[in-house]
Protein backbone atom coordinates (compact mmCIF):
# COMPACT_ATOMS: atom_id res chain seq x y z
CA UNK A 1 0.00 0.00 0.00
CA UNK A 2 0.42 3.47 -0.02
CA UNK A 3 3.03 4.72 2.23
CA UNK A 4 3.81 8.72 3.25
CA UNK A 5 6.84 10.29 4.50
CA UNK A 6 6.92 13.65 6.19
CA UNK A 7 9.33 16.05 7.08
CA UNK A 8 10.32 17.97 8.97
CA UNK A 9 8.31 16.84 12.35
CA UNK A 10 8.65 20.21 14.02
CA UNK A 11 9.31 23.27 12.57
CA UNK A 12 9.85 26.70 14.14
CA UNK A 13 10.05 30.20 12.41
CA UNK A 14 9.90 34.03 12.96
CA UNK A 15 6.63 35.97 12.14
CA UNK A 16 7.52 36.91 8.35
CA UNK A 17 9.61 34.00 7.16
CA UNK A 18 8.72 31.00 4.96
CA UNK A 19 8.29 27.50 5.99
CA UNK A 20 8.31 24.56 3.95
CA UNK A 21 7.33 20.88 4.43
CA UNK A 22 7.78 17.85 2.32
CA UNK A 23 6.54 14.44 1.49
CA UNK A 24 7.65 11.75 0.13
CA UNK A 25 5.11 8.69 -1.71
CA UNK A 26 5.64 5.37 -2.63
CA UNK A 27 2.97 4.48 -4.76
CA UNK A 28 3.78 5.81 -8.29
CA UNK A 29 -0.28 5.73 -9.19
CA UNK A 30 -1.19 8.38 -6.66
CA UNK A 31 -2.10 11.04 -8.16
CA UNK A 32 -4.12 13.21 -5.58
CA UNK A 33 -2.21 14.89 -2.91
CA UNK A 34 -3.85 17.02 -0.12
CA UNK A 35 -2.68 18.91 2.57
CA UNK A 36 -4.60 19.74 5.74
CA UNK A 37 -4.17 21.76 8.65
CA UNK A 38 -5.17 21.01 11.96
CA UNK A 39 -5.37 23.72 14.46
CA UNK A 40 -4.71 22.61 18.11
CA UNK A 41 -8.32 21.04 19.70
CA UNK A 42 -9.92 21.07 15.99
CA UNK A 43 -10.75 18.70 13.36
CA UNK A 44 -8.53 18.34 10.00
CA UNK A 45 -9.66 20.92 7.26
CA UNK A 46 -8.31 21.04 3.55
CA UNK A 47 -5.98 24.08 2.72
CA UNK A 48 -4.72 23.27 -0.56
CA UNK A 49 -4.43 20.29 -3.19
CA UNK A 50 -2.77 19.49 -6.11
CA UNK A 51 -3.13 16.75 -8.86
CA UNK A 52 -0.59 14.87 -11.05
CA UNK A 53 -1.23 16.37 -13.82
CA UNK A 54 0.31 19.78 -12.35
CA UNK A 55 3.57 20.29 -11.62
CA UNK A 56 2.08 23.52 -8.88
CA UNK A 57 -0.48 25.32 -7.45
CA UNK A 58 -0.66 28.65 -5.74
CA UNK A 59 -3.09 30.13 -3.34
CA UNK A 60 -2.22 33.61 -1.85
CA UNK A 61 0.48 32.57 0.21
CA UNK A 62 0.19 29.21 0.08
CA UNK A 63 1.60 26.97 -2.86
CA UNK A 64 2.25 23.09 -3.23
CA UNK A 65 4.73 21.81 -6.07
CA UNK A 66 4.92 18.39 -7.22
CA UNK A 67 8.02 16.29 -8.43
CA UNK A 68 5.81 12.81 -9.90
CA UNK A 69 9.05 11.48 -11.43
CA UNK A 70 10.85 11.91 -8.11
CA UNK A 71 7.54 10.85 -6.00
CA UNK A 72 8.15 14.44 -3.13
CA UNK A 73 6.05 17.29 -3.23
CA UNK A 74 6.00 20.03 -0.72
CA UNK A 75 4.24 22.85 0.89
CA UNK A 76 5.77 26.26 1.04
CA UNK A 77 3.74 28.86 3.14
CA UNK A 78 4.95 32.45 2.68
CA UNK A 79 4.96 35.78 4.66
CA UNK A 80 3.62 33.26 8.15
CA UNK A 81 1.76 34.64 10.46
CA UNK A 82 0.93 33.36 13.99
CA UNK A 83 -2.18 31.82 12.81
CA UNK A 84 -0.63 29.68 10.57
CA UNK A 85 0.85 27.78 13.76
CA UNK A 86 -0.69 24.32 13.32
CA UNK A 87 -0.05 20.61 12.51
CA UNK A 88 -0.22 20.47 8.72
CA UNK A 89 -0.61 16.88 7.05
CA UNK A 90 0.11 15.96 3.94
CA UNK A 91 -1.59 12.72 2.01
CA UNK A 92 -2.08 11.13 -1.23
CA UNK A 93 -4.59 9.05 -3.24
CA UNK A 94 -5.33 7.22 -6.28
CA UNK A 95 -8.19 7.90 -8.26
CA UNK A 96 -7.56 11.92 -9.11
CA UNK A 97 -9.65 12.69 -5.67
CA UNK A 98 -12.40 12.25 -7.50
CA UNK A 99 -13.08 8.33 -6.63
CA UNK A 100 -13.91 8.43 -2.89
CA UNK A 101 -10.63 6.84 -2.43
CA UNK A 102 -8.51 6.75 0.78
CA UNK A 103 -6.05 8.94 1.35
CA UNK A 104 -3.19 8.15 3.76
CA UNK A 105 -1.55 10.73 5.73
CA UNK A 106 2.00 11.64 6.63
CA UNK A 107 2.72 12.20 10.45
CA UNK A 108 2.22 15.80 10.44
CA UNK A 109 4.33 18.89 11.08
CA UNK A 110 4.13 21.16 13.91
CA UNK A 111 4.61 24.51 12.68
CA UNK A 112 4.73 27.47 15.24
CA UNK A 113 5.13 30.65 14.24
CA UNK A 114 6.71 32.98 16.67
CA UNK A 115 5.79 36.86 17.03
CA UNK B 1 -19.30 23.06 10.70
CA UNK B 2 -18.13 20.37 8.30
CA UNK B 3 -21.76 18.74 8.37
CA UNK B 4 -20.31 15.64 9.33
CA UNK B 5 -21.32 14.53 13.17
CA UNK B 6 -20.07 12.37 15.84
CA UNK B 7 -20.87 11.10 19.19
CA UNK B 8 -19.61 10.86 21.75
CA UNK B 9 -17.00 13.92 22.27
CA UNK B 10 -15.55 12.20 24.99
CA UNK B 11 -15.70 9.41 26.22
CA UNK B 12 -13.74 6.86 29.26
CA UNK B 13 -14.12 3.43 29.80
CA UNK B 14 -11.76 0.52 31.26
CA UNK B 15 -9.62 -1.99 29.68
CA UNK B 16 -11.48 -4.83 28.27
CA UNK B 17 -14.73 -3.08 27.58
CA UNK B 18 -16.27 -2.30 24.60
CA UNK B 19 -17.35 0.79 23.19
CA UNK B 20 -19.47 2.53 19.54
CA UNK B 21 -18.27 5.31 17.60
CA UNK B 22 -20.72 7.43 15.94
CA UNK B 23 -20.82 9.17 12.79
CA UNK B 24 -23.42 11.28 10.49
CA UNK B 25 -21.68 11.99 7.32
CA UNK B 26 -22.68 15.00 5.67
CA UNK B 27 -25.85 15.08 3.40
CA UNK B 28 -25.99 13.15 0.45
CA UNK B 29 -21.79 11.59 0.59
CA UNK B 30 -21.74 8.26 0.29
CA UNK B 31 -18.55 7.43 1.49
CA UNK B 32 -17.77 7.32 5.32
CA UNK B 33 -13.84 6.98 6.37
CA UNK B 34 -12.43 6.45 10.13
CA UNK B 35 -8.97 7.50 11.02
CA UNK B 36 -7.47 7.09 14.34
CA UNK B 37 -5.37 10.04 15.40
CA UNK B 38 -2.72 8.94 18.57
CA UNK B 39 -0.02 11.18 19.18
CA UNK B 40 3.17 9.64 17.95
CA UNK B 41 1.02 7.86 14.63
CA UNK B 42 -0.64 10.35 13.14
CA UNK B 43 -3.85 10.00 10.94
CA UNK B 44 -3.99 6.17 10.64
CA UNK B 45 -6.43 4.70 8.02
CA UNK B 46 -8.86 1.94 9.52
CA UNK B 47 -11.62 1.46 6.98
CA UNK B 48 -13.61 3.35 4.41
CA UNK B 49 -17.35 2.18 3.18
CA UNK B 50 -19.74 3.53 0.26
CA UNK B 51 -22.93 3.13 0.31
CA UNK B 52 -22.84 0.09 2.67
CA UNK B 53 -20.49 -1.71 1.17
CA UNK B 54 -16.82 -1.56 2.93
CA UNK B 55 -14.52 -0.60 0.21
CA UNK B 56 -11.25 -0.41 1.76
CA UNK B 57 -9.29 -1.92 4.70
CA UNK B 58 -6.60 -0.16 6.49
CA UNK B 59 -4.99 -0.75 9.82
CA UNK B 60 -7.63 -1.76 11.73
CA UNK B 61 -7.23 -4.44 14.82
CA UNK B 62 -9.48 -7.44 14.83
CA UNK B 63 -10.64 -6.43 17.96
CA UNK B 64 -12.21 -3.28 15.69
CA UNK B 65 -15.00 -3.29 13.10
CA UNK B 66 -17.46 -0.85 11.40
CA UNK B 67 -20.56 -0.90 9.04
CA UNK B 68 -22.33 1.61 7.73
CA UNK B 69 -26.20 1.18 7.60
CA UNK B 70 -28.98 2.18 4.81
CA UNK B 71 -29.05 5.92 6.70
CA UNK B 72 -25.53 6.47 5.80
CA UNK B 73 -24.55 6.89 8.96
CA UNK B 74 -21.80 4.49 10.45
CA UNK B 75 -20.50 3.29 13.89
CA UNK B 76 -16.90 1.98 14.84
CA UNK B 77 -17.06 -0.92 17.25
CA UNK B 78 -14.01 -1.08 19.52
CA UNK B 79 -13.95 -4.48 21.91
CA UNK B 80 -11.45 -5.92 24.61
CA UNK B 81 -10.11 -2.36 24.55
CA UNK B 82 -6.66 -1.73 26.16
CA UNK B 83 -4.48 1.21 27.03
CA UNK B 84 -3.10 1.69 23.51
CA UNK B 85 -6.41 2.17 22.57
CA UNK B 86 -6.58 5.73 23.65
CA UNK B 87 -6.95 7.98 20.74
CA UNK B 88 -8.75 10.70 18.79
CA UNK B 89 -11.09 8.77 16.43
CA UNK B 90 -12.27 10.94 13.40
CA UNK B 91 -14.43 10.04 10.88
CA UNK B 92 -15.12 12.00 8.01
CA UNK B 93 -16.89 11.94 4.84
CA UNK B 94 -16.66 12.79 1.13
CA UNK B 95 -18.54 13.81 -2.09
CA UNK B 96 -20.34 10.96 -4.32
CA UNK B 97 -20.73 13.86 -6.91
CA UNK B 98 -19.14 14.23 -10.65
CA UNK B 99 -17.80 17.69 -9.45
CA UNK B 100 -16.18 16.26 -6.19
CA UNK B 101 -12.98 17.49 -5.55
CA UNK B 102 -11.24 14.82 -3.33
CA UNK B 103 -12.30 16.68 0.24
CA UNK B 104 -12.64 14.98 3.04
CA UNK B 105 -14.76 16.66 5.80
CA UNK B 106 -14.06 15.67 8.89
CA UNK B 107 -16.07 15.51 12.03
CA UNK B 108 -14.88 17.18 15.13
CA UNK B 109 -13.40 13.68 16.58
CA UNK B 110 -14.09 11.11 19.23
CA UNK B 111 -11.69 11.05 22.52
CA UNK B 112 -11.67 7.82 23.90
CA UNK B 113 -9.71 7.34 26.82
CA UNK B 114 -9.22 3.74 28.28
CA UNK B 115 -8.28 3.55 31.88
Known amino acids: GENVEQHPSTLSVQEGDSAVIKCTYS??????FPWYKQELGKRPQLIID?????GEKKDQRIAVTLNKTAKHFSLHITETQPEDSAVYFC??????????????FGKGTLLTVNP | DSGVTQTPKHLITATGQRVTLRCSPR?????VYWYQQSLDQGLQFLIQ???????AKGNILERFSAQQFPDLHSELNLSSLELGDSALYFC??????????????FGEGSRLTVL
Open chain 2, 92 to 105: ASSSNQLANTGELF
Open chain 1, 27 to 32: DSASNY
Open chain 1, 50 to 54: IRSNV
Open chain 1, 91 to 104: AASRGGGGSNYKLT
Open chain 2, 27 to 31: SGDLS
Open chain 2, 49 to 55: YYNGEER
